[in-house]
């Protein structure tokens, strides 16, 4: 390209910009919107019949925001189905593969899954039976849920350690914590936990007696029958 095309081009950018800037914004917008006499055309005062029937258009305008707003609803109130299991940790919402230690967890979680799926919450007046037996059985397996952690909290079982004659033995205890509490001649699990978990970290030594020795006997001479 030659230098005479390179003017050439400079020469109709720059007038197409002086073109383009001698149009005000108003006169801009005017172009590109419609124009006062269309949209005065639009209107039910219109002199002129518009293209479509402006009352039945809003009329029809109204009944689907209407039905927009009841499905929205319906959404917004129908929770989504519970899983098809009885694991308790999953009905409840929670992590069933690193279920929550702390019983706290588990009654937030009851609580929020009472109120998305209670009854009274979620059915309307025109509910079927058919919908109302579904929203009780949702309702009773959250609540048969919330029993069993409930229940199984209630028992503790402690796992723990001891060395019996310098041997490691596992035991495995299942006590109610109510009788455990009251029972004034417990016995101190926590302390006997706490202690095999230090003797597994610190392994006592065994004593000098408690060693094994070769004994073999030995004398100054032969001994005399």
Known sequence: MTTFHNLLWLT????????????????????????????????RKSPRPPTY?????????????????RLVNELKHTPPPLPMTNNPYALLGLDWLNPPSDITTVHKAYKRMAKRYH???????????EEQ??????????????????????KEILD?????????VRRHVTIKSE?????????????????????????????????????EPRHNGEWEP
């Open 12 to 43: 109709l950018v720059a007038a197409m910009l002086r073109h383009a800037s001698s149009y005000s914004y108003q006169q801009q917008v005017n172009y590109y919107l419609p124009s006062n006499f269309d949209q005065t055309h639009l209107t």
């Open 53 to 69: 029937p402006p009352r039945d258009f809003e009329e029809n305008e109204l009944l689907f925001l209407e039905e927009t707003h």
């Open 119 to 129: 009854p009274d919450l979620i059915l309307h007046a025109d509910a079927t039976p």
């Open 133 to 154: 037996h579904l929203a009780n059985k949702n309702f009773a397996r959250i609540n048969a849920a919330y029993e069993q952690l409930k229940a199984k909290e209630s």
């Open 160 to 168: 723990y350690i001891v060395y019996v004659d310098g041997r490691k």
């Open 179 to 215: 009788s455990y509490y009251k029972d004034p001649m417990r016995p101190n699990y926590e302390r006997i936990i706490a202690m095999s978990k230090y003797r597994e970290k610190y392994p006592r030594k065994k004593l000098w007696f408690e060693r094994k020795h070769s004994y």
